[in-house]
């Protein structure tokens, strides 16, 4: 169901990455407008957004970001105000956060990278950022193979115990969907932290301070070929 919890969020999509695992597929096409069904995933994206509301969005772009730009100026999507911005060079995803930082008017903001997806509902995550009077929010998504990402270890009071590093025998656990709510109070903390959110931030979070919500959610990384051709399927219905 439809909703307006992200009306008054500002909405950071984080597309400035090389795209090196899925290049033999895409070649020249950033990961952000790889065809799907026919249509960019950008489309599948924005119209997931606009479902729960989301009126702002502001684009980290950097590797082939003219491509991203003329399609959304070609195509500007209905109901939602479009803000640009371009890195000079590669920054990483902490980087890319702090090159966006004068765009965003909102608290809190919410910030997805823009070459996966996880079907969970947007508005349940407000709702416990909310409730839990958190600085920072993050989702998460149980994964039958956690080997690729690394696992975040989450108490019963929804908070972040530790986030552990990729192993080889880790099996299943919990992964970060990359999907966070931050206040501006932590924008500030990552502008100071390093090139890697991931790294520089998160790993050296102390135990609690980092709320979590986490569930079964169909994950989908849009940066490999095996999530590319399964993507169809799952994103189909969010595109209206």
Known sequence: MATDCLKDIDVVVLAGG????????????PKILAPIGGRPYLVFLLSWLKN????????????????VSEFLEKNPPKGIEVTIVIEDKPLGTAGAITNVRSEIRSNPVLILNGDSFVDADLCDLVALHKAQKSEVTLLCTNVS?????????????????????????SGSGFINAGVYLFTPYILDEIACC????????????????VAAMSGEYTFLDIGTP??????????GKYYS
Not at 52 to 67: I, N
Not at 160 to 168: I, L, P
Not at 226 to 235: G, I, S, W
């Open 18 to 29: 090389l795209g090196t695992r899925i290049y033999p597929v895409l070649k020249g096409t």
């Open 52 to 67: 729960f509301g989301a009126k702002r969005v502001v684009f980290g772009l950097g590797h082939l970001a003219g491509a």
């Open 194 to 209: 390093g090139s890697s959110l991931e790294v520089d931030f998160f790993q050296k979070q102390p135990t609690g301070r």
């Open 226 to 235: 095996e999530d590319l051709a399964r993507a169809p399927e799952v994103l």
């Open 145 to 169: 193979d956690a080997s690729r990402y690394g696992t975040v270890n989450i108490d019963s009071g929804n908070r972040v115990s530790a986030f552990q590093e990729k192993t080889t025998n």
